[in-house]
């Protein structure tokens, strides 16, 4: 296990993590220093365990709100302030070069944005009074309550997303990702919350209604092509659907596979199914189900790794199983916190949250199952296969 800790105690800054890679921690710092508010884009060698500045720039709106995507080449970073208007820069990841750097102007308030790769960004924007009229009518003619964009850094333009499947979901239900050298985009459509598909379920035999979880998978280039063509009804193909006895919901991904925990409401069986990315051959990579002589549990899947693991409460500890891409057996002191994640099916990560009506703490801990050792860290934490961040 490898810690790094990229905190720091000297400047008065806020870091976030964008990236953390086989060798490479890429994070962000924004610092203000005389008055001055600066963004640093930075790298950390965990070999050499060195930091190096890729670029920095100024921010002339410190309140603005920055969203990060990272890719094999390039750092796109998006500033924006709930306004009609967004700030998009995008950087070499080698030389620190700065390859874009533009103002977008929307019809509607930013409402939310999605980089599908290192030259193509998804926006989203909501109905604000400036442009109320023109969303009244927009409203009319398309039935959305949003518009999404589709823009191209390398045109220098943008493009109207006109497929409901795209224009009604939020950008954590747009998932790309690489397989045998080609981008694809997973969409998820779920229908509502898990206790609203369930409540149709309860409800089926007076409301008469059958609703569905879909999910949707696309080349990321077919996708882009359709939408140039303003096509409305892109080029998606059903990959998994579950209708109103059943639901369906993304798990997280692995190398070779996607993986979605599947429910079948009559005799309440859940398990998680797994697509192979390659061939599209669907299995059963585990079952979520207790057995009458087990211990009252709950399942945990960590989506970046795809790893399951039962969690049994009892008096003063927790004890973890691996289900799924683990094979973790032990138990923790309840006083680290809930269970977060396992690193090399030793170290146990635990979250602890202390609040009062004005302030709130985060600890996280790392538990050795070996030699019974911890230690505890008020700050952010990310974990990514054998790495954990400190931030």
């Known amino acids: ?56 720039c ?17 750092i796109i970073v998006v500033m924006e302030n709930r306004e009609s208007f967004a700030r998009i820069l995008r950087f070499d990841k080698q030389t620190g070069q700065e390859k874009n750097a533009e103002e977008l102007h929307f019809v509607g308030n930013f409402a939310d944005c999605k980089a599908l790769d290192e030259s193509r960004v998804l926006f989203f924007t909501e109905e604000n009074e400036l442009h109320r009229h023109l969303f009244e009518e927009y409203k009319k003619a398309s039935g959305f309550e949003r518009i999404a964009y589709l823009y191209d850094l390398e045109e220098g333009r943008y493009y109207y997303v006109r497929d409901k499947r795209i224009c009604n979901l939020n950008t954590e239900k747009l998932i790309p990702f690489d397989v045998a050298g080609e981008r694809m985009l997973l969409v998820l459509e779920p229908y509502g919350s898990e206790a609203e598909k369930e409540k149709c379920y309860r409800n089926q035999r007076w409301l008469g209604d059958t609703v569905s979880d879909n999910v949707w998978l696309c080349p990321l280039l077919d996708f882009v092509v359709a939408v140039k063509a ?52 669907k299995t059963v990579a585990a079952e979520l189900n207790l057995q009458e002589d087990e211990e009252p549990a709950a399942f945990f899947i960590e989506p970046d790794s795809a790893r399951i693991y039962r969690v049994t409460e009892h008096e003063e500890s927790y004890e973890i199983h691996g289900i799924l891409n683990s094979a973790v057996h032990g138990r923790y002191s309840k006083e680290l916190g809930q269970f977060v994640a396992c690193v090399e099916d030793r170290f146990l990560v635990a979250k602890y949250v202390i609040s009062d009506e004005t302030d709130s703490f985060v600890f996280y ?27």
């Open 1 to 56: 296990m490898t810690v790094v800790d990229i905190r720091n105690a000297v400047t008065d800054s806020r870091v976030e993590l964008i990236e953390i890679s086989g060798s490479t921690v890429y994070y962000a710092e924004e610092k203000a220093e005389e008055g001055h508010h600066s963004l640093f884009l930075l790298e950390y060698d965990r070999e050499a365990k060195t930091e190096r500045v890729l670029a920095n």
């Open 58 to 74: 100024f921010l002339s709106d410190p309140t603005a709100v920055l969203h990060f995507f990272s890719f094999a080449t390039d």
């Open 230 to 281: 303003d096509e409305t009804h892109l080029p998606l193909e059903l990959l998994l659907s579950a209708g109103t006895q059943g639901l369906v919901r993304y798990a997280g991904q692995d190398e070779n596979s996607l993986y979605f925990r599947a429910q079948y409401y009559p005799n309440n069986d859940q398990r998680v199914c797994a697509v192979d990315k390659h061939s599209g051959k």
């Open 365 to 391: 801990s790392i538990y050795d199952l070996e030699t019974k050792q911890q230690q505890s860290f008020e700050c952010s934490c990310a974990v990514q296969e054998d790495t954990v961040v400190l931030y």
